[in-house]
C-alpha cells in the first residue's frame, strides 16, 4: 500500500498559545483516572490544549503531531513535554513505552483506510494492559448534517460498530463507550469552521459559550463518541 501524509491541519498565524477548550476539559475527565503518574502518549497532539490539563498529573508526557509549528507552541508554552513530528501509523518509539496513549480527535484526520495501521502501531507503543482513549465524531444522521467538513471536505465519521471492530482487530478490548454532545456542540463546531477556514482567524474565546460547550460535552447526546480500550494482545 503506498504511504500517504496525514492531512495538515490549516495553521493560523495568531496561534502562538495553548488553550483547552470545552472538548478537551470532557477528555480529561475521561481519562485523568488512568493518566495520573503514567506515561502519556498523545498522538494528534497540535498545540497541546490536551497537554495543559495534564501537566502535573502524567509521570511524562510525550507529543506527536504532523505539524511543526504546532509542536514549536506546544513546546514553548509545555517545555516538560516532549515533542516528536511523526505519522500516527510509524511512530518512532520502541515496543510497550507508554502505559497510555491518547488519540482524540485524530482518527478522522489520517489517510481513509490507515485507521487498523495507525491502531496496530498505538498498540505496539502501549505496554501490556496499558489503554488507549479515542475520540471521533460519531455518525449519524444528525452529525453528519450539521458538519460542513463532511459535506465539502471527506471530514470522516464512525459509528460505535466501527470503532469497535477496528479496536479488536488491533488488539484492543473496549472497557467503556460515551456519546456525549447536542445542537450546540455541532453549531460551536461550525462556527469554529468558518472563524478557521473563512475569516482565517482565531475563533474568539467567550466565557459563557465555553461553559456551555463543556456542559454540552459532558452530557448524553449524538455527536461525539469517546472510548476507552485495553490492550489484551
Known sequence: MKTKNQRLMTFSSDVDKTEAKGEHKFYFSFSKDYIKGKRVLDV??????????IYNLAKEITAVDIEGRALKVLKRNL????????????????????????????????????E???????????KKGGY??????????WS??????YWLAGHR?????????????????????????????????????????ILHIKMPTIGFIERKMERD?????????SIRAKKIA
Not at 488507549?132 to 444522521?141: D, E, P, Q, R, Y
Not at 460535552?217 to 463518541?225: E, K, L
Open 44 to 53: 494528534g497532539s497540535w498545540t497541546g490544549p490536551f497537554e495543559i490539563l
Open 157 to 197: 465519521h464512525y459509528t460505535k460498530d466501527h470503532l469497535r471492530l477496528l479496536l479488536s482487530d488491533s488488539g484492543f478490548s473496549v472497557e467503556k463507550v460515551k456519546i456525549t454532545g447536542s445542537f450546540f456542540t455541532s453549531s460551536y463546531a461550525i462556527s469554529f469552521y468558518f472563524f478557521k477556514h
Open 116 to 126: 487498523l495501521a495507525t491502531l496496530i502501531e498505538v498498540n505496539r507503543v502501549l
Open 144 to 149: 453528519d448534517l450539521l458538519d460542513p467538513a
Open 217 to 225: 460535552m459532558t452530557s448524553p447526546g449524538f455527536t461525539q463518541i
Open 79 to 114: 517545555p516538560k513535554v516532549k515533542t516528536v513530528k511523526a505519522l500516527s501509523h510509524r511512530l518512532p518509539f520502541a515496543d510497550r513505552t507508554f502505559d497510555v496513549v491518547c488519540f482524540f480527535d485524530v482518527i478522522e484526520h489520517i489517510p481513509a483506510g490507515y
Open 132 to 141: 488507549l482513549f479515542i475520540a471521533t465524531v460519531n455518525k449519524n444522521f
